[in-house]
């Protein structure tokens, strides 16, 4: 037995001496706490390392001298990344007596950022950018070309391997930094970088900076090379409207967007904006190119700016009743930002750069953006009209709402949890487990299933109503989303308080069927709009129930994980199985496959030991990865756009291009045959990941 740590004081084992105090020197430091630089060492982390080079190269495309961005996974798990920059400094460093590339990639806070002469603005992790990826790499290898000459250096988890090798370049000479690098799997927990997350943030970063190319090739595949490559000359602009893609528009003319770009002590702000009908707020913002999913000075600045901007033009219109205000809930309702500024001293509130915190940025993003928007308005008065009535709408629906809520909260009040929640005794609300169940008969076995010590049942008698296409009161007036807000305990929207959630995991558990799957969804689509924090901070899961159980009619065998049986969760799976069985010398007439349409079809201690159990139990911890990403995906699948949706299934489900299919037969889909497929198709699409990123499915340990 292990002796618990009282954390009392101990003669014998005190050892704090001059001897026990040491310096980390170098990357030690970064090697011992990793997850101080880089955030994790789960797979968040290791494409931290990738970014962290990546923009460095970004570093010299705002400095003016880079143009091409090139990032290339090659088998063996190694990735590269190239740009025509100026190339990183070499030469003896007076200071230090060494090199200046190898102070850049063994010393934190080293490089040209903090040499104001170098960058104006900055990206890159604090100045321990290129060092951490060095120091967290099993190989690393750098080429830079500058002066006509080329060179190299190897190292591995921050050493030196090789010295500074030097080469005359070719005829014609080129400039730039070449950087390969291969994740050390020492310190993480997987090296396997994924082409789709990598895609999808350099797109971001493509329109961040208007006319930068990136291009990302995956080598890694027996066949054909994958290949992107993104190039946005409108930039912000182009950012918004393809973020508006499938929402109406209220702007005149619908493609317009709101942009401008101004510099204020020596501060570059740049906003695009465009309203749409749908009631969902998206406001974006990056420093230095970097996303800031927790907000920070930028945005409180443009939220407060934009509020006080429609309110001064209504008023000065007459648009408004006397003595009336929009609040900003009313005037952000629709709304599509980018906000992007450019800073020459950002402070960050954390090391990984979720939140600006420099005060200036909130009154100079608010002063520009009513001196401009102001004036835009003044400009497009089609817009503006359309602007505020959608915002008075919003005012009327948020007021029918405010008193849906207070009913809410005077019911929790008086009956303090909803009758179809089934309680635990446990009182520590981080040990608390919810599971959210469809119907009375499942909901009866996952309570004789549950673990009343710590794991609660909400059984849904009805389907969830779909969030994304109601406004706010009449999603509080559904049942079931009034049972999910009084068991979950935080509130919704400008109420929502993380503190009082009640639970440390919410796990959401329904038939592995279309139906459950599709109820899955509208609860995932609900706690994306209304309890996004719950996501973002890893609370919400997907229990995966087996489809299968094969199992033996008589004997045991060693090659079923319980001895007479073992469940699969896919008919690939279960077919590998069988066969494994066969060859292994049981007779096929022995073997059994039991199909498990439901839960209700499992009994109590099946879906304790499949669904509910900790160490047993399957389960996907949901995350958002990619903001911009998930909020196209939720619109696409639950969004009321069906023109849109239809169009998305179409080609990305069939695989079919209307035009082309036209042009193959000569006519266009029959609409009331593509009206089947859509319908088809929409309940095979409720199994697509719409969170923006294909989530890992843990075994939970």
Excluded: W
């Excluded at 961040?208 to 190319?213: F, G, P, S």
């Excluded at 809410?408 to 303090?416: A, F, G, H, P, Y």
């Amino acid at each position: 037995m292990s002796k618990e740590n009282t954390g009392q004081y101990s003669e014998k084992n005190a050892s704090y001496g001059v001897e026990s105090i040491r310096a980390l020197e170098g990357t030690e430091g970064i090697r011992l706490r990793p997850a101080m630089y880089i955030g994790s060492t789960g797979i968040d982390g290791l494409h931290h390392l990738c970014y962290e080079v990546i923009d460095n190269s970004v570093d010299e495309y705002m400095a003016g001298y880079c143009k091409n961005i090139q990032i290339v996974l090659h088998k063996g798990n190694g990735i590269s990344i190239f740009d025509d920059g100026r190339g990183i400094p070499v030469g003896p460093h007076k200071k230090y007596k060494q090199d200046a590339l190898e102070v850049i990639l063994t010393r934190i806070h080293s490089g040209g950022k903090f040499d104001k002469t170098a960058y104006k603005v900055s990206g890159g992790l604090h100045g321990v950018g290129l060092a951490a990826v060095n120091a967290l790499s099993r190989k690393f290898l750098v080429k830079v070309y500058r002066n006509g000459k080329e060179y190299i250096q190897e190292y591995s988890k921050g050493k030196p391997v090789t010295e500074i090798i030097v080469k005359e370049q070719a005829a014609e000479p080129i400039t730039g930094t070449y950087i390969y690098f291969e994740a050390d799997d020492e310190i993480f927990s997987t090296i396997e970088f994924s082409f789709d997350t990598l895609s999808r943030r350099i797109k971001e970063m493509a329109y961040l900076n208007k006319n930068l190319r990136f291009v990302l090739i995956d080598e890694r595949g027996d066949e054909e090379v994958k290949k992107v490559e993104y190039l946005f000359e409108g930039g912000l602009r182009q950012f918004v409207l393809d973020l508006s893609a499938g929402k109406k528009s209220i702007f005149e003319p619908p493609d317009d967007v709101f942009h401008f770009e101004r510099t204020v002590n020596d501060i570059i702000i740049e906003i695009a904006l465009q309203y749409n009908a749908g009631y969902n707020e998206v406001i974006m913002g990056f420093v230095n190119g970097i996303y800031t999913s927790e907000g920070g000075t930028h945005i409180s600045g443009f939220k407060a700016g934009l509020t006080r901007v429609i309110n001064d033009y209504a008023k000065d219109k007459n648009l408004l009743p006397q003595g009336d205000s929009l609040r900003g809930e009313d005037v952000r309702e629709g709304i599509i930002a980018i906000v992007s500024i450019k800073h020459p001293d950002p402070q960050f509130e954390g090391q990984t750069k979720t939140k600006l915190g420099n005060s200036e940025v909130d009154g100079i993003v608010q002063r520009v953006l009513r001196e401009q928007f102001y004036e835009y308005l003044q400009i497009n008065t089609k817009t503006a009209r359309n602007i505020i009535e959608k915002a008075n709408e919003a005012q009327r629906a948020r007021l029918a709402a405010r008193k849906a809520r207070e009913l809410v909260r005077l019911k929790r009040k008086q009956v303090s949890l909803p009758g179809r929640l089934i309680q635990c005794r446990e009182t520590d609300p981080e040990k608390r487990e919810l599971f959210l169940v469809e119907g009375l008969s499942a909901g009866g076995t996952a309570i004789k299933a549950r673990d009343s010590q710590f794991q609660e049942v909400l059984f849904l008698r009805g389907k969830v109503i779909n969030v994304l296409k109601s406004r706010q009161v009449k999603a509080l007036s559904n049942k079931e989303i009034e049972s999910l807000i009084l068991a979950i305990g935080t509130g919704i929207g400008d109420d929502f308080d993380l503190e009082k959630c009640r639970y440390g995991k919410i796990i959401i558990l329904t038939d592995a069927d279309v139906d459950g799957a599709h109820i899955m969804t509208l609860l995932l689509t609900f706690f994306y709009r209304y309890m996004r924090p719950l996501i973002e901070i890893g609370k919400v899961y997907v229990a995966v129930p087996p489809l299968f159980r094969v199992y033996l009619n008589r004997g045991t065998s060693e090659l079923l994980a319980e001895k007479n049986h073992q469940y699969c969760y896919t008919e690939q799976e279960r077919d590998e199985l069988v066969s494994k069985l066969v060859e292994g010398g049981i007779d096929p007439s022995r073997i059994k496959i039991q199909r498990y349409k439901g839960l209700g079809e499992m009994n109590a201690e099946q879906l304790e030991f499949t669904a509910m159990k900790p160490y047993h139990r399957y389960l996907v911890q949901l995350k958002i990865e990619d903001a911009a990403s998930a909020d196209q995906k939720f619109e696409q699948l639950m969004g009321s756009d069906v023109t849109f949706r239809k169009k998305f299934i179409m080609e990305e489900v069939f695989k079919h291009d209307s035009e082309s299919y036209k042009k193959e037969y000569g006519v266009e889909i029959p609409e009331e045959e593509e009206e089947e497929e859509i319908k088809e198709a929409e309940e095979e699409l409720i199994d697509v990941e719409i969170s923006g990123e294909e989530e890992p499915e843990e075994l939970e340990l």
